[in-house]
C-alpha cells in the first residue's frame, strides 16, 4: 500500500504533514465558537407587541386579532398560536418544516408593517423574533449594597452597564429592578377645575416649555454664526414657575399654584433581592457568534476589575453562568479522551508486552481528535453538546484502529521481520480490514447528519463530527501508526523480570480462555435453535423487563443546583402582595439554609421557554435557588425541591406554586399539554376549568395550571357621547384625560448635566 510504504520510508515528510494537521487543528479549536447547542435554524416565530395598561381583552380585540388576520396569507404557515396578556401580546407562528425563516420573517414584517396604523396610537411596535435556543443569558447577576436601592442603581446604571457592555461578545445587558429618577407633577384636580383648565393643557404647557432647537444660521461679511434656542428646564425651580397659558385678562397662572412639582423616583414594577437583600439584576447575552466560554471568563474578568471602580459595599455576585456545564462538558471530553488512551495502553500492553506499542497508541488518539477540529471549522461547525458527544464516541473508533494496526505489526515483529518491513506488511494486510469496519461506521452515522426536520438539524454536527474523526482515525491508522511502529518498535526480548512473568501467566489465561471460548462456539454450533432461543429469550427479557426503568427525553437531565420556584398570585394582586408571598418563600428556604448557597428573587417577572420567553406582571414572581454542585450533596435538585412542595404551599395558600429545575437545555414549558380549541369561549373557559379540577384530583401530576385566567378587576367608564358633544370635546380626548389622570403621562424629559 503505498500510502503506508510512503509513511515508513519518508518519516520526517509525514512527521511535518501530521503536525502542520495538530497545528491547523489547535488553531482551529481556538476559533471555534463554543455553545450548548448546535445552531438549529427553527421554522418558528414570535411577534411580541406592548400596549401599557391594556387589559387582556382589550390586548386580543386590538392588537392580537388584527395581527392574527395580517398574517394568515403568509406562505408555509403551519400553526398560529397567540396569547393576551395584561399589556402584552405574543403571536407565535410555525412554519412548515424546509420553509426559509428569514424569507417569512420579512413577510410577516411587511404584513405586520401595513396593518400598524390600525394598532393602538400607545401601542409600541410589534417586535418579530425567531427563535434561539443560544440566545439565553451567559450570565444573571445581581448587585447590592449598604445603601438605598436608588444609589446602588445609579452605580448599575452609570459604571457597571457601561463596563459590562464594552465586553468583546456581549449584545445586551438587560437591567432588572431599577428605581429611576423621575421628575413627578402632581396635579390638584379641585385647583385646575377653580381655574377651569384640563390636565392636557397642563401636559402641553410642560412639554412646550423645555425645547432645545436650532433657529439656522445668521451669515455677515466675514462670519456665520449657528443659532440655537437653549430652552430647556435647568432644575426644578424653572418647572415650578412656569406660567400656564390663560385667557386674556386673567391674573398669571404658574404651574405651582396648581400642582406640586417633587423629585421622585418611577413606580417600580419590577424587585430584585439577592439573599434577602434589595437589588438590581443584570442579565447579559451574548452575540449570535461569541464563544460562550470566553465571553463568561470576559465578563467575571471585568467584574473583578469593576470591584477596584466602585465603593466597597457593592457587591456584585454571579447567579447563574451558562459556561460553567459547558466548562465540565469539555473538561469530561478530555478525560474520556485521557481514559480512552489509557484503557487502550493497558489493553495492548496485556497483549503485546510492549511500552512501545503503548506510546504509539498514545500518540495516535489525540493526533486524530485534535487534527479533527480542522473539518469541524471549515463545515461551519462549533463546540458544543452534540459536537462534544460525537468526538466522545469516536474515541472507541479510533482505539480500534490503532488496536488492530498494532497487534498485526507486532504478530510480524515476532515473525522476524524487520521493523521497517513488519509496519508495512503487518499495516497493508489488515488494511482492507481496517478500511472497511471505518467505512461501516461512516456508512450508519453519515445519514444520521441528513435526517429531515428539527431532529435532523440537531444531528448534523454529531453525525459528521463523528464521520470526520472516522477519516482522521483512518488516516492516521495508514500513516502515523506504521511510521512509529517502524521507528519504535522491536522484537520483544524474553528477560526474567516480574513484568515478564507477569506476560506469561496472562497468555497462559488467555490461552484457557480462547480454548473455553472455542469449546462455547463449538456447543453453540451443535445446539443452534437452543441458542437462537436463548439469545432471543435474553433479548425481550431485558428489554421488557428493564426496559420500563428507562427515562426517555430530548436532552439527559443534568444537575446544576439550580431550581426556580415560579408563583402566580389571584388577578388583581399588586405588587406588595406579591412580594409579601415571596418573602414568605423566602423565610421558608431560610429554614434549609444550611443546603442553599443562594437565593435569586424577582418580583414582576418570570423566565418563560425559549419558545414564549418571559412574562411580566405585577401578580407573579420568581425565586431561583443555588443548593451547589452535586459532588457537595447526597441528594438531587428534584429530591429538595420536592421536599419543599408541601411547606410551599401551606406557606403561601393564595398563590399558585411551580417548581421547576434548570436544565442546560433550557425548556421551561410543560412534558405534557393538553389544548382545548374551539369557537366559543365561555365552553372553552369551562371546558378548561373541568380539565383542570380532573387533572389535580390525581396524585402523580402537579404543578397543573391553565393558561386562561380572568383579568383584573376593572372600572369601565362608559362615555355620554352627547353631552360629551355638546361640550365641545371628543371620546378620544376624554380618554387621554382620563389615562393621563390616573396612570399620569410622560410631558418631557429633564435632562440633569450632558444626561
Known sequence: MKLVDLSVERPVMMTMLIMAAVVLGLFSLQDLAVDLLPEVEFPMLTIRTIYPGAGPKEIETTVTKKIEDAISSVSGIKTVLSTSMEGVSVVFVEFEIGTDIDVAATDVKDKIDMIKINLPEDAKDPTILKLDLNAQPVITLAVSGRRPLEDVYKIVDDVIVDELSRVDGVASVDVLGAKEREILVSVDQQRLDAYNLSIMQ????????????????????RNEYTVRLVGEYANLRDIANLEIPMPAGQPTLRLKDVAEVVDTFKEQRELVRLDGRAGVGLSIVKKADANVVKVAHRIKDRLAFLKSQVPDDIEMKVMIDKSIFIEASIRDLVYNMLLGALLTGILLYLFLHSFRGVIIAGVSIPTSIIATFNLIKFAGFSVNFMSLMALAISVGILVTNAIVVLENIHIHLENDLSAEQASKVGTTEVAIAVLASTLTNIVVFTPIAFMKGLIGQFFLQFGLTVTFATIFSLLTAFTLTPMLSALLLKKAEYRESALQRFAQRFEGFYSSL????????????RHRLLTVITITVIFFGTFIGLGKYLGFGFFQEADQGLFNIQIKMPPGSNLQQTNLALERIEAILQRHRDKIVKVYTVAGKTTGSALRGSNEGVNIGEITVDIGDKEHRDYTVKEFYESLRKELALGVPAASIVLREITPGGGGDA????????????????????????????????????????????????????????YGLSVARIAMAIRATIDGQVATQYRVGSD
Open 671 to 726: 412534558p405534557i399539554q393538553l389544548q382545548i380549541t374551539g369557537d366559543d369561549l365561555d365552553k372553552l373557559v369551562e371546558l378548561a376549568n373541568q380539565s383542570e379540577q380532573i387533572l389535580k384530583a390525581s396524585p402523580q401530576l402537579v404543578d397543573i395550571s391553565s393558561s386562561w385566567e380572568s383579568g383584573k378587576p376593572e372600572v369601565q367608564i362608559i362615555p355620554h357621547r352627547e353631552i360629551i358633544a355638546s
Open 202 to 221: 397642563i401636559i402641553q404647557a410642560v412639554a412646550g416649555a423645555n425645547l432645545e432647537l436650532p433657529g439656522g444660521r445668521i451669515k455677515e461679511r
Open 514 to 525: 480462547a480454548q473455553s471460548y472455542r469449546a462455547g462456539v463449538a456447543y453453540a454450533l
